[in-house]
């Protein structure tokens, strides 16, 4: 289902508290393990988390294949490792959300710790377009 509707904003409304958390990083809340769980981590104490990724899946592709787009603003296509389904909200304004494109950590030696990397490639999406979101386990990410 498309989320066309102008009064629907069930994905904008999670990106918000998703957004809200990240530049907190704590909140006191107790919630089920969703998208929209009042703290970074997997408890209220958990420390040094500062991001939840997400996937987002768009009407396009019938929510079936997560969007991407490209690690750096140099690539303009994706192959290989050049592209990424996983992303950092930076902002939301009304039913826009700006991301920042996160790439796989392929350091062993920090991979574990930091799976993800910050890019310096961003993206703005009408959150109109989303269908689905998927979060991932919440990490810390090194900003740029």
């Known amino acids: 289902m498309c989320n066309k509707n102008s009064d629907s904003k069930c994905i904008a409304d999670i990106l918000k508290v998703i957004n809200i958390l990240q530049n907190n990083a704590e909140c006191p809340d107790q919630c089920l393990d ?11 104490a958990s ?5 939840r990724p997400v996937m987002l899946y768009t009407c396009c592709s019938n929510g079936i294949t997560p969007w991407t787009m490209p690690t750096s603003k140099n690539n303009v296509t994706c192959n290989d490792d ?60 090194e900003c740029l």
């Open 47 to 51: 420390m040094g988390l500062n991001t």
């Open 82 to 141: 050049s592209c990424s389904s996983v992303f950092r909200v930076e902002k939301i304004d009304d039913n826009c959300a700006t991301f920042r494109v996160l790439a796989v950590n392929t350091d062993p030696a920090t991979s574990a710790a930091y799976p993800y990397l910050s890019t310096n490639s961003f993206f703005t999406m009408n959150l109109n377009c989303v269908c689905a979101l998927r979060c991932l386990n919440d990490i810390t990410v």
């Open 34 to 44: 969703t998208c929209d769980r009042g703290f970074l981590g997997n408890t209220v």
